[in-house]
């Protein structure tokens, strides 16, 4: 899959939004899953959302309605646009395949407070 770089994070209040955005660098990037995972402090990691090379999309119940992943497989790029940011959102984001493979990018934290 190549090096994932994931950026956008950062702090924002309680109902504002953050896109955030993942560079990758594998050749096959188009052919693969991709996904958007977070870990809070004291917590698993977890799906966020996904979505297939072929473009379908599946999201973690808690953020249904309020987050959108989309993809450009000609700049190698995934997104998560997130809405309606709560308190509950804050964690580090990670951009992984998906299902995942065991390579992460680096992670940017979100941090979603008043």
């Known amino acids: 899959q190549g090096q994932l770089v994931e950026s956008g994070g950062g702090l924002v209040q309680p109902g504002g939004s953050l896109r955030l955005s993942c560079a990758a660098s594998?050749?096959?990037?188009?052919?693969?899953?991709m996904g958007w995972y977070r870990q809070a402090p004291g917590k698993q990691r977890e799906l966020v959302a996904g979505i297939s090379s072929g473009g379908s999309t599946n999201y973690a119940d808690s953020v249904k309605g309020r987050f959108t992943i989309s993809r450009d497989n000609a700049k190698k790029m995934v997104y998560l646009q997130m809405n309606s940011l709560k308190p509950e959102d804050t964690a580090v984001y990670y951009c992984g395949n998906w299902p995942p493979a065991g390579s992460w990018g680096q992670g940017t934290q979100v941090t979603v407070s008043s």
């Open positions: 594998g050749s096959f990037f188009r052919f693969y899953g």
